[in-house]
């Protein structure tokens, strides 16, 4: 068994050799594998937001100077999507975007990288509230806008392009500044 | 460990050699325990090794561990995955798989209304189920402000009506901030 000598302890003296108890330390070590192994969460899952609120959660205080804000409307077509900026009623820019989907992993999953680049480049661009959220509350509008027969899969992957853009929050979490999303996603019910 | 020193000062880390049961003081059964002069029948277990890999497997579970717990998934429904996505919250879990509607476990409603109807509409049942759920929620936390989060677990073929009708009546049962339950992805570049 492990022990610490020092081949002193000879002449009535007291040894000094100590030996070291493994057998409760590999106890002690077993029992808290076990605890982990029961407690382990092997699934890795997460959200995906969209909020009915729009334009956002409701305040004490009212509204003083309602100003329409601009909007991306994403419109998931067969074979494009269409990003419309809109001030109310009002269309400011169109822009088609490919619809080119590429499979990623082996469950069936599918990504949309071109959307997601130009989404990121019409934020940066036309995009109201990019400044941290400690300083700005408001999010960016996102209303999606989809066939009633799209696979959710599908519906999941379009929403992931429009989080791609990421901007500051020094508030969300304490200590440290995390990315939260650019936009808020609601669906268009139309 | 041999009971003189090797040089005439003491050394103070020991020769390495065998350990076990060479430190009993009788010599007639120390002699016999450890062999003898013959091979010795007594095996010493390698427990060093052997604490180390609990060792790599305590700190591997330490470091997945996690105190939220493990999130309750529907058997039928299998989830999307995506990557910009948001840690998990403590919430009412809607589960939609492919005709039915449940909320925490206990169904509430399926959606082949809709699927025939071919239009957005509310489902009655999950409606009542969550006005209830927030309620009980009001009535358990007078004075606090209900978040009105809910996460739906919504199978990756079902369809966008379907979707987009749940999400609808639970916006209009109280729950406005909707959250898709998905797989986490890899982040890349």
């Known amino acids: 068994m492990a022990g610490i000598d020092t081949g002193g302890g000879h002449g009535g003296k007291r040894s000094t050799n100590h030996e070291i108890p493994l057998i409760p330390f590999i106890d002690f070590l077993l029992c808290l594998v076990a605890f982990l192994l029961v407690t382990a969460v092997w699934s890795q899952m997460a959200r995906i937001n969209a909020d009915a609120r729009v334009p956002g959660p409701p305040k004490d205080e009212p509204p003083e100077d309602v100003k329409k804000e601009k909007q991306l409307n994403v419109e998931m077509k067969e074979t494009k999507f269409v990003l419309i900026w809109k001030e109310g009623n009002t269309v400011v820019n169109t822009i088609e975007v490919e619809k080119k989907a590429v499979p990623v992993g082996n469950e069936g999953d599918i990504r949309y990288p071109d959307l997601a680049k130009k989404i990121v480049e019409e934020w940066t661009q036309n995009g109201s509230h990019r400044g941290d959220l400690k300083d700005d509350k408001k999010t960016d509008q996102a209303i999606l806008h989809t066939d009633n027969s799209t696979p959710f899969s599908d519906v999941v992957a379009v929403i992931d392009a429009i989080y791609t853009p990421k901007r500051d929050c020094s508030i969300c979490e304490r200590g440290k500044s995390v990315k939260l999303p650019g936009f808020n996603v609601t669906f268009s019910v139309n | ?189």
Request: charged share 20%; hydrophobic share 45%; proline share 6%.
């Open chain 2, 1 to 189: 460990m041999s009971e003189k020193p090797l040089s005439r000062f003491v050394q103070p880390i020991a020769q390495p050699g065998r350990r076990l049961l060479h430190h009993i003081p009788l010599r007639f059964v120390r002699k016999k325990v450890s062999g003898g002069g013959q091979r010795s029948v007594n095996q010493e277990i390698p427990l060093i090794p052997f604490i180390d890999f609990l060792l790599c497997i305590v700190l591997f579970l330490l470091a997945s561990f996690s105190a939220s717990g493990e999130l309750p998934i529907d058997k039928n429904v299998k989830l999307p995955n995506a990557e910009n996505v948001l840690d998990m919250t403590d919430a009412p879990m809607v589960a939609v798989t492919g005709t039915q509607i449940l909320v925490d476990g206990t169904p509430a409603g399926n959606t082949r209304a809709i699927v025939e109807a071919n239009r957005l509409q509310r489902v009655d049942e999950l409606f009542n189920v969550l006005k209830n759920k927030r309620e009980l929620w009001k009535q358990l936390n007078p004075g606090k402000e209900f978040s009105g989060i809910v996460v739906l677990q919504v199978d990756r073929k079902v369809e966008a009506l379907v979707v987009k009708s749940v999400f609808q009546t639970a916006a209009f049962a109280g729950y406005p901030n909707v959250s898709f339950m998905v797989g986490r992805l890899g982040q890349q570049g």
